[in-house]
Nanobody, 127 residues
């Protein structure tokens, strides 16, 4: 089991940027595929982005393509989500998730695939 702690959330105006970080501990980070999800009030948790354990393969929700970038630094046990051109529709609690992966190229985009979750960090985009 791996422990995950998110940081970097906050309040930003429309068009602004934020960089979320997730720090992992208690496991071998380089064996985990990682994902970012978000949950807005009254809505289900939804996929935002994912990255393979090697960092070589990424996947994004359609609304995030061209605006969001997921990356990881296995030497620091961290995964990042750079978010640009933010809109009020991006307002949500953002969660980091991890799961052991058998493949260097596999990513996962559904919540049930992930075993470990962080507590989340709030992102609020004002209009």
């Amino acid at each position: 089991q791996v422990q995950l702690v998110e940081s970097g959330g906050g309040l930003v105006q429309t068009g602004g940027s934020l960089r979320l970080s997730c720090t992992a501990s208690g496991g071998t980070f380089s064996t985990y595929a990682m994902g970012w999800f978000r949950q807005a009030p009254g809505k289900e948790r939804e996929f935002v982005a994912s990255i393979s354990k090697s960092g070589g393969v990424t996947n994004y929700v359609d609304s995030g393509k061209g605006r969001f970038t997921i990356s990881r630094d296995n030497s620091k046990n961290k995964v990042y989500l750079q978010m640009n051109s933010l809109t009020p529709e991006d307002t949500a609690i953002y969660y980091c998730a991890a799961r052991w992966s058998p493949s260097n190229s596999r990513t996962y985009s559904y919540t049930d695939a992930y075993a470990d979750w962080g507590q989340g960090t709030q992102v609020t985009v004002s209009s």
